[in-house]
């Protein structure tokens, strides 16, 4: 994975800071430009998570995709992608339905 321009400990204080005053869009626009700069799909299940502890189930599934997208295929990112996507599932199994459950276990 890339290097970051600034450290990770930083870019997660920061974060963690704005989830705290619950500055929503602010902590969107963090994890975007952390996004701009890094793929790391650790970065996209926190943001993932973060969505869906606010209640924000579309914008968690979302997320997912997006990253699932990213990732896909990539020989390099096998063990990433099956983190994702078990993550991903684990969201499904507490907050999905029938139906979102079967479409994550499907790319397994």
Not at 3 to 31: C, S
Not at 73 to 98: F, N, P, Y
Request: hydrophobic share 35%.
């Amino acid at each position: 994975q890339p290097v970051l321009d600034m450290p990770e400990q930083l870019w997660k204080a920061y974060i963690d800071f704005e989830i705290g005053e619950e500055e929503h869009d602010n902590t969107r626009d963090l994890y975007e430009r952390l996004l701009e700069r890094t793929k790391h799909v650790k970065v996209y299940i926190s943001f993932a998570q973060f969505e869906r502890s606010i209640g924000e189930m579309e914008r968690c599934r979302s997320i997912y995709q997006k990253a699932d997208r990213a990732v896909a295929g990539r020989e390099d990112l096998k063990e990433e992608r099956l983190l994702l996507i078990e993550s991903w599932l684990d969201t499904e199994k507490q907050s999905g339905d029938a139906k979102s459950i079967s479409t994550v276990e499907a790319k397994l």
